[in-house]
């Protein structure tokens, strides 16, 4: 992809503004052009949309993303060793990439774009708040300012994503991440991928938002799944007597001899709906 966009190996880009990576950043930078190029992908199509990204780092992703046709990429990084790599790529795609120096956490992603232009989110995101991330794009109003999610995390967090009942990965995050939206793993990257290499496997997992989400108050139905897999292990009638145990599964209809990984997201939220 070097040859394809005309902008330097990110290797070299790497040592010439020695951005070594930072481990208290949670960066692991994929350097490998057609790796990103793979993410950028499975983002689906990019022409129409402002593409966000988190943790650009040296820009491999970014490359990717403008190469592959999108219409705007807003890249935010905390890092300012990283900013004149990217003022580099701004360059050579003009008018395409705004970069915002900053923290993810502390920003408002729903301002970045224009009003009713599609929003993507595509990002290999920093295994220290990755998880965070996700949960706060999923916990605002519905339907959601963005049209897709296409995410890196460790393969753990990616299969938790995606879990289902009767999955040993099946807890909160799975349920919330099934009640709003369509999710799927799409492939697996080993260590060695990153520099430098983490200690674990990752994955890519693309969500899309569900149009009509089951009616359910955000608030309730985390205090029940809260309950439930708190304990996990122990009978729903144990686990749920903080919310109302027996009473409470009997109005639902569901055997409290169950366990919580047992319960689909349908379950939960008829739990939830029935809290005061």
């Not at 949670?26 to 793979?38: A, C, E, H, R």
């Not at 990717?64 to 060793?81: C, N, Q, S, T, Y």
């Not at 009616?215 to 122990?234: H, N, S, Y």
Request: hydrophobic share 45%; with cysteine.
């Amino acid at each position: 992809m070097a040859a394809l966009d005309g902008l330097p190996p990110l290797r070299e880009v790497i040592a010439r503004h020695g951005l070594d990576a930072k481990k208290s950043l949670g960066q692991n930078f994929l350097l490998d052009l057609n790796i990103t190029q793979k993410v950028a992908r499975n983002a689906g199509k990019l022409d129409d949309a402002t593409v966000i990204e988190v943790g650009p780092g040296p820009g491999g992703l970014t490359r990717a993303l403008l190469a592959l046709g999108a219409k705007k990429v807003i890249a935010i990084e905390r890092d300012p060793r990283c900013l004149p790599a990217l003022a580099e790529i701004s360059a050579h795609y003009p008018g395409r990439l705004m970069v915002i120096e900053g923290d993810a956490l502390a920003i408002d992603f729903s301002t970045l774009a224009p009003a009713g232009e599609p929003v993507k989110i595509v990002a290999n995101l920093p295994y220290n708040i990755g998880t965070q991330l996700l949960v706060n794009w999923l916990t605002i109003p519905w339907p959601p300012f963005w049209q897709s999610l296409t995410l890196m995390f460790q393969k753990e967090v990616g299969e938790r994503i995606v879990a289902e009942a009767d999955d040993d990965h099946y807890g909160r995050l799975g349920v919330l991440c099934g009640w709003l939206t369509h999710c799927d793993m799409m492939f697996d990257l080993p260590p060695q991928a990153f520099t430098p290499p983490p200690k674990v496997t990752s994955t890519v997992v693309h969500l899309e938002p569900r149009a009509n989400p089951l009616p359910c108050d955000l608030g309730k139905l985390e205090r029940i799944t809260a309950a439930a897999f708190g304990q996990r292990r122990k009978m729903l009638r144990q686990s749920l007597k903080p919310v109302g145990g027996e009473v409470l599964l009997e109005k639902a209809g569901i055997d409290p001899k169950r366990r919580a990984e047992t319960l689909s997201v349908e379950e939960f939220v008829r739990l939830a709906n029935l809290l005061p």
